[in-house]
């Protein structure tokens, strides 16, 4: 496995969840959700992803931090498409990369120029990742961050959550690990 390439794509999601600006889907798609509607999701905050990986020659691992922002809801009228952007940063402000959903069509595009699209949440997560990541829990998450119960996860997979601060630890296959999501700014 590429430390490297599992490095870059895990911070690609908070891409990292979990990713620069989308010539596909337009630079100004996050701007289209309206925050103050009711049927939007708006937030920022902090994340961080630690990991080891089991290999044939010992235990090798990673950690990376930064900020996200989360737009999702409706573009345009009440019945239009649904549209979701996620842009992570590392801790010292560059880009790292973002993620976009418009109705149908999901796009990343990380920050060094790879591109990937996928029919869903979860088609587009596995293009990206090493280890299969709970894209739907991750979203529903995303949609609903200040919640006393997250929603439900694969084995494997568990949310501890304290004082507005969630983790999720996982062991999937030959890796273990947390994520840290901190939610900070509501709108």
Same mark, same amino acid.
């Given at each position: 496995?590429?430390?490297?390439?599992?490095?870059?794509?895990?911070?690609?999601?908070?891409?990292?969840?979990?990713?620069?600006?989308?010539?596909?889907?337009?630079?100004?798609?996050?701007?289209?959700?309206?925050?103050?509607?009711?049927?939007?999701?708006?937030?920022?905050?902090?994340?961080?992803?630690?990991?080891?990986?089991?290999? @044939?020659?010992? &235990? &090798?691992?990673?950690?990376?931090?930064?900020?996200?922002?989360?737009?999702?809801?409706?573009?345009?009228?009440?019945?239009?498409?649904?549209? @979701?952007?996620?842009?992570?940063?590392?801790?010292?402000?560059?880009?790292?990369?973002?993620?976009?959903?418009?109705?149908?069509?999901?796009?990343?595009?990380?920050?060094?120029?790879?591109?990937?699209?996928?029919?869903?949440?979860?088609?587009?997560?596995?293009?990206?990742?090493?280890?299969?990541?709970?894209?739907?829990?991750?979203?529903?998450?995303?949609?609903?961050?200040?919640?006393?119960?997250?929603?439900?996860?694969?084995?494997?997979?568990?949310?501890?959550?304290?004082?507005?601060?969630?983790?999720?630890?996982? @062991?999937?296959?030959?890796?273990?690990?947390?994520?840290?999501?901190?939610?900070?700014?509501?709108?």
């Amino acid at each position: 496995m590429n430390f490297r390439f599992l490095h870059f794509t895990l911070t690609g999601l908070f891409v990292s969840l979990l990713l620069s600006g989308c010539g596909t889907l337009g630079s100004s798609d996050s701007n289209e959700v309206d925050c103050k509607s009711v049927q939007s999701s708006c937030h920022s905050g902090r994340f961080g992803l630690v990991y080891k990986t089991k290999t @044939a020659n010992g &235990e &090798e691992g990673d950690s990376v931090s930064g900020t996200y922002v989360w737009r999702s809801g409706r573009y345009g009228e009440a019945n239009s498409r649904d549209v @979701a952007y996620l842009e992570v940063n590392s801790t010292l402000g560059p880009n790292l990369g973002v993620a976009k959903r418009f109705g149908d069509f999901y796009e990343v595009r990380a920050a060094d120029g790879r591109v990937y699209l996928a029919k869903d949440w979860q088609s587009l997560f596995d293009l990206m990742f090493p280890v299969k990541l709970p894209a739907d829990s991750l979203i529903k998450w995303m949609v609903s961050p200040q919640t006393s119960t997250p929603p439900a996860l694969p084995p494997n997979w568990e949310w501890q959550v304290t004082g507005g601060k969630y983790r999720l630890v996982f @062991a999937e296959g030959n890796a273990t690990g947390r994520i840290d999501l901190i939610p900070l700014i509501i709108e």
